[in-house]
Each structure stands twice: as C-alpha cells, then as structure tokens.
C-alpha cells in the first residue's frame, strides 16, 4: 500500500507569495496532521483535520490555513510568506483521530522562501 | 502543556556498540510516548509507542525504549549500533487533555546519531 504522498516535494518561492502545499493520506486514513520542521528543530504541529473538520490548531498565524476534502486528502495554504516560513512541511495521517493514534508521516515539502 | 526533553543533540558511538538515546517527558496524565526516527531528506519514520499496554516497548531495527514513570524518562537503546542506524530521532508525546479529540504530537529537538565504523 502506498504511503502518505505530498506534493511537490520542493517549492521555492518569494516574499509576499502565496503557496498550496497538497497530501493525500494512507488509504482508509480519515485523519490528517500537518507539521512545520525548522532546520535543526523537532516539528512543530501546525493543523489537524478529521472527517472534514479542523480538531486542532498550532501557534501559528492566521495566514496558515488548511481544508481537508471529502477523499481526507489535505491542502495547507501559507499567505504572504516570510523567509522565516522557509522549512520542511510534514504531513502525517492516522485511521482516527484521538490522543495515542500512531501517525504516518510523509516525506514532507521543502519550501524555501527567498 | 506537555514536553518533551531530548538530552544530548549529537550522539556518537561506534559500530557494534550500546546506543543510548534520551528523553524525559513532562505531563500531567498519563503520557503517549513515541519514537520517530529520521534519516537525510526524508519524513518520519515511527520505531516504537508506549500506550501503557507495557513498560518495555520492543520496535522495529532491534529498537527498544523502557517507559520509568518515576524517572519521566523514555530512553532509546540498542545493544549494538549499526551504520545503518545513523540518522536524527525525536522524542515525542501526546494525550494532553487540552488537545482532547486530537493526536497532536509535541516533539523534542533531535537527538543525531554517528555511527563511527
């Protein structure tokens, strides 16, 4: 079975810009994570998505928001980015939602912003 | 809030030696306590949870990490490194009640692992 995909898998972009970073979970995985890794530090959790509907946020800005859509796959969307936004993006999914759930992370997505 | 304490960023052992890697966990219920290992330019892969189904937890590549509520420790180990085994591992928790109806993992800093041949 084929694992959490993320797409694209590198994305260079500017200040100012905007950026849609896309994940498809594991199949019959209902819950997606999304996950911010600065370089050099642990991840940081940014968004959680369950049947459709946001179960948890992050300390992060408003200009990060994310939809899940009706086949759990999950898109984060980042507004006028900073170069501080420049880091590996992870998306994991799990079967259900809920505390102890194992996740399954992908191979992320490297944005840089310059 | 939850944490977690990863100490040492850079570990290095030599091949066929004992890895210790090192976490202790801050939390006001009982924990979930998990694993991650990273290699170079790739995602997270899980080697082993705690669920307090058993205090020993066994998992994958010959991995595993003993839960001592007393110490608030989850300590990695294996008994003899292999090169292949070289890569970043985060320490993480969850089950904060403030996070109720979600699985949101508070990771640690890292710990990188060198093998030394």
């Known amino acids: 079975d084929a694992g959490v995909t993320q797409s694209p898998t590198h994305l260079i972009k500017t200040r100012g810009q905007q950026v849609t970073l896309r994940c498809s979970p594991i199949s019959g995985h209902k819950s997606v994570s999304w996950y911010q890794q600065v370089l050099g530090q642990g991840p940081q959790f940014i968004f959680q998505y369950y049947e459709k509907e946001e179960r948890g946020r992050g300390n992060f800005p408003d200009r990060f928001s994310a939809r899940q859509f009706p086949n759990y796959s999950s898109e984060l969307n980042v507004n006028a980015l900073l170069l501080g936004d420049s880091a590996l993006y992870l998306c994991a999914s799990s079967f259900q939602a809920g505390e102890g759930k194992t996740q399954y992370f992908g191979p992320g997505t490297r944005l840089l912003v310059l | 809030a939850q944490s977690v304490t990863q100490l040492g960023s850079h570990v290095s052992v030599s091949e066929g030696a004992l890895v210790l890697l090192r976490c202790n966990y801050s939390?006001?219920?009982?924990?979930?306590l998990f694993w991650y290992v990273q290699y170079p330019n790739q995602g997270l892969q899980l080697l082993l949870k705690y669920t307090s189904a058993a205090t020993l937890v066994k998992g994958i590549n010959g991995f595993e990490a003993e839960f001592k509520k007393s110490e608030t420790s989850f300590h990695l180990t294996k008994p003899s490194a292999h090169m292949s085994d070289a890569a970043e591992y985060f320490c993480?928790?969850?089950?904060?009640?403030?996070?109720?109806?979600?699985?949101?993992?508070?990771f640690g800093t890292g710990t990188r692992l060198t093998i030394i041949p």
């Open positions: 993480a928790v969850s089950g904060d009640p403030a996070n109720f109806g979600n699985e949101k993992l508070t």
């Open positions: 939390s006001s219920v009982p924990p979930y």
